[in-house]
């Protein structure tokens, strides 16, 4: 392809996208290629407020990038730009540091990992660390054995229209998420519980298949996970997931909003459709279409510390809504895993009815502009 007619696509995605976002435009920098030192290079002539563009074509990619937030980094398109994962490093393709509080952007590209089922290298795609008002659209992310998508801290944003594919490695046999959150743990866990905010990693309207866990969370994680499809999750483990204070975590999950999503399993039955272990949210609307035993279940812990415990057992859940969830067109309720029921009284812990007072946050999330 021509340098001119690259330029000329790579300018219209990028007015597009400035124009339906509503980030300021500054100045544009575009790479000399994708691999990882010409984009640290452009990262680096960069300043806040800019956008990094990414040509079209496929790159090995060794290393990282790391990078403050404020940036925009933009591809020709999924289909178009593709990152390709090189070396044995389990270091994040891009690392975000958002202590400087700035929004920060990032689409139109594809990246995978280390294409290797036997490998036990827990890889990263893109890690957000304390990132605030993040964009993340239009991307496909393959093969990472840890989680494409690694968020912690004091983060929210959203992640939308995009695709992750086949993030599980069997040689590694736990991790292996589209999504994870990790969250501020005890300062998350000393505020009241907050829903229908802008206060939350948000991901919606996209594809999962074949990943351990589309979405999974820990240490004071908030989370909504809405209008997205989900099939086929690997060796049918459960496709949405919520951690306790279980496996050496600080704290467990403080919040989910887990509405309108699509569940679908022709590869086997999976024992929980939706897993909770702990933490307290809103789960409605749902479709489970078929091969999930328990479309929502309800656990203290599964790492077996639940039997030294008593209730209300620390970070279990106390406040957990459902309602309009159906499996194959039947509606379904919460059920608690058998060997945890002294943990958890219906009216009292759980309820099968909509939660008073609740109204979700604004849909499409107002990040994602007007596209």
């Not at 219209?12 to 435009?25: A, E, P, R, T």
């Not at 680096?44 to 790159?59: C, L, M, R, W, Y």
């Not at 990132?131 to 992310?141: G, S, T």
């Not at 009815?353 to 604004?362: L, M, R, W």
């Amino acid at each position: 392809m021509k340098l001119t007619v690259f330029n000329l696509i790579t300018f219209w995605l990028l007015l597009l996208f400035i124009c339906s976002s509503g980030y300021s435009q500054g100045k544009v920098v575009i790479a000399t290629s994708g691999t990882t030192e010409a984009l640290q290079d452009a990262v680096n002539k960069a300043s806040p407020g800019d956008t990094v563009v990414i040509p079209e074509g496929t790159f090995s990619f060794s290393g990282s990038i790391i990078m403050d937030s404020g940036l925009t980094l933009l591809g020709a398109g999924a289909d178009r730009t593709v990152l390709l994962k090189s070396g044995s490093s389990a270091a994040p393709l891009i690392r975000v540091n958002g202590s400087n509080g700035l929004p920060s952007a990032f689409g139109g590209f594809t990246m995978s990992g280390i294409d290797n089922d036997t490998t036990r290298i827990r890889d990263t795609g893109i890690r957000l660390d304390g990132c605030l008002d993040f964009h993340l659209h239009d991307l496909e992310m393959r093969r990472f054995g840890n989680a494409a998508v690694y968020v912690t801290g004091n983060s929210r944003g959203v992640i939308r229209q995009s695709r992750f594919i086949e993030n599980y490695r069997p040689s590694i046999g736990n991790l292996g998420y589209g999504v994870v959150v990790y969250g501020e743990g005890q300062a998350e866990w000393s505020r009241p519980l907050e829903l229908g905010t802008e206060n939350a990693v948000f991901i919606e309207d996209s594809y999962f298949r074949a990943n351990r866990h589309a979405v999974a969370s820990n240490n004071g994680s908030v989370y909504v996970f809405r209008y997205n499809t989900v099939v086929d999750n690997a060796s049918n483990f459960q496709p949405v997931d919520a951690h306790g204070l279980e496996y050496g975590s600080p704290r467990g999950s403080r919040s989910y909003e887990i509405y309108g999503n699509i569940i679908d399993n022709t590869a086997g039955t999976s024992w929980a459709g939706i897993l909770i272990r702990g933490g307290d949210g809103v789960i409605f609307d749902n479709t489970f279409l078929r091969g999930t035993d328990n479309p929502v279940l309800l656990v203290n812990r599964t790492d077996g510390t639940h039997n030294s415990t008593s209730y209300p057992a620390q970070d279990q859940t106390r406040s957990l809504y459902a309602w309009g969830n159906t499996l194959s067109g039947n509606p379904v309720s919460i059920t608690v895993r058998p060997g945890h029921e002294h943990f958890f009284s219906e009216g009292r812990d759980y309820f099968n009815y909509k939660k008073p007072g609740y109204e979700p946050y604004t849909y499409p999330h107002p990040l994602g502009g007007t596209d």
